[in-house]
């Protein structure tokens, strides 16, 4: 054996259940692989985790199972999980999720909150040897405490899971690796906090990081989002200094690969399986539910009315851009709820009072924030779009300037008092989000999981009283008198 051990890792992270781009991001992995490996060199290929997206009809349909197919067939070796597999699946499809792999999963942070036991796929470490060099691969995912706990898990903060496996696994392995589904942020404290991480392979905040980013002896590298590009890191081992001597990092974008033959085929087939699920009918519309982002309409009202239904709240309030698109007469589906509501957005309820409410209300006239765009937070539509309502009716003057617009507001028991507390149904990614900053001051906050919006959509389809009455306005313009 020479002195220097050449090991190659490829990594992509945050693909998001882009299958359009699965079987190319797979021809460039196998081609790389074969590349590498005909030098004599080392080759491991790992996802830092937010493959599985249920906005996607083929995750939605196979409950992600089609994701775990398509790592398999592209040669993944280890992987880990982000927010988009821990918190988005209920507990009993998350269990599952991994029964088939034929890759590892390392993750450190992560328990049953009943039982204290690791999910059964889960490993605190991954080791593997190459070229008598040996590889530590650790994993850790974003600690959203409430929302794993809401959902039967205990997720411990990284650092702290982290520490114990680092220190012993420095002394065990050779090369020491995280996947990290943290942010980079999260990722630069890892490797000032931890010596003796080689390399960070991030994921969850969708940077792109062409040459990697060195923090002390700690290279952090990441490859965007939604499938686009391969990241491609080279590590060279000093067999006689016992140590990573080099590192190199790249991204390579995958656009002008041909499709991988047998990944197309895997997704082709859980794509058909999928459209035989989600084609079953849940509802029945005796007439259509249009919706629009610029003004109040009736689908937006139901989803508004299902949801202060649901939490059992006294008003309700629901961005119109939340639904992207209409619901027609006839037969609903659950395709069609997909489609019309594909994010994987949590009911919530909280407490404001009347004047944090009105403050809400007028801001959410503004033409700047109809129209504002909104990343992140689960959201997967474009933009904030009409505030719709439900518990309320709102008079208000279209002429007047913008912050001076509401006339008044009546509540189900009289106009709204500015200082009585009224439990108000929503979104929960108002209450993390940098939109409307007053929702973050609500006290009181619940959050409803697993179900999402389109879960209380569903429900609320089955609710006659609300189906008829989500054609009333809740918004009506007024002439203020001078």
């Avoid at 009202?301 to 008003?315: E, K, M, P, S």
């Avoid at 504002?372 to 689960?378: E, K, N, S, Y």
């Avoid at 997967?380 to 913008?402: F, I, K, N, S």
Wanted: net charge neutral; hydrophobic share 45%.
């Amino acid at each position: 054996m020479g002195r220097f051990v050449r090991i190659h890792i490829l990594h992509t992270n945050d693909v998001h259940s882009h299958f359009e781009q699965m079987p190319r991001l797979a021809a460039l992995i196998r081609r790389l692989r074969q590349e590498l490996a005909a030098k004599g060199d080392a080759v491991f290929v790992l996802d830092g985790g937010d493959h599985v997206d249920r906005m996607h009809p083929v995750t939605e349909g196979t409950r992600g199972r089609a994701n775990v197919d398509v790592l398999n067939a592209a040669g993944y070796d280890v992987v880990t999980v982000g927010n988009n597999e821990g918190l988005t699946l209920p507990h009993a499809w998350f269990e599952r999720l991994y029964a088939g792999a034929r890759f590892d999963v390392a993750l450190a942070n992560l328990r049953d909150a009943q039982t204290g036991a690791r999910p059964p796929w889960a490993k605190p470490v991954v080791l593997r040897e190459a070229s008598g060099v040996r590889v530590a691969f650790l994993g850790v995912t974003a600690p959203y405490h409430t929302f794993y706990n809401l959902l039967g898990w205990r997720v411990e903060e990284p650092e702290d899971a982290l520490a114990e496996q680092v220190r012993v696994w420095r002394e065990r392995a050779d090369v020491v690796v995280v996947l990290s589904h943290l942010g980079l942020g999260r990722d630069e404290e890892l490797a000032r906090s931890l010596p003796g991480v080689d390399l960070i392979v991030g994921a969850h905040t969708h940077h792109v990081l062409p040459r990697g980013h060195a923090v002390g002896d700690t290279l952090i590298v990441q490859c965007g989002r939604g499938g686009e590009q391969v990241g491609h890191v080279t590590l060279v081992y000093d067999r006689d200094a016992r140590r990573v001597v080099a590192r190199e990092a790249r991204c390579l974008p995958v656009a002008d690969e041909a499709p991988d033959a047998a990944v197309a085929e895997v997704i082709a087939r859980r794509q058909r399986e999928a459209e035989a699920v989600l084609s079953e009918p849940v509802a029945a519309l005796s007439q259509p539910l249009p919706v629009s982002w610029e003004r109040e309409s009736p689908l937006a009202n139901l989803l508004a009315a299902g949801l202060r239904r649901w939490v059992q709240a006294d008003v309700a309030l629901v961005n119109a851009g939340a639904l992207l698109a209409p619901l027609e007469a006839g037969p609903v589906t659950r395709r069609q709820l997909l489609d019309a509501c594909p994010h994987p957005i949590n009911p919530c309820r909280l407490t404001l009072t009347g004047e944090a409410l009105r403050a809400i209300l007028e801001d959410s006239l503004r033409d700047e924030r109809i129209r504002a765009p909104i990343r992140g937070f689960g959201f997967r539509g474009q933009v904030h779009g009409w505030m719709c309502v439900d518990g309320l009716t709102v008079e208000y003057d279209p002429t007047a300037p913008e912050g001076a617009r509401i006339v008044r507001i009546i509540g189900d028991e009289g106009p709204l008092d500015p200082r009585r507390e009224y439990r108000v149904a929503t979104l929960d990614m108002f209450t993390f989000g940098p939109h409307f900053p007053l929702f973050r001051h609500g006290r009181d906050v619940r959050y409803c999981l697993p179900e999402f919006l389109r879960d209380v959509l569903r429900e609320a389809l089955h609710w006659p009283e609300a189906v008829t009455g989500c054609h009333r306005p809740r918004w009506v313009a007024v002439c203020r008198t001078t």
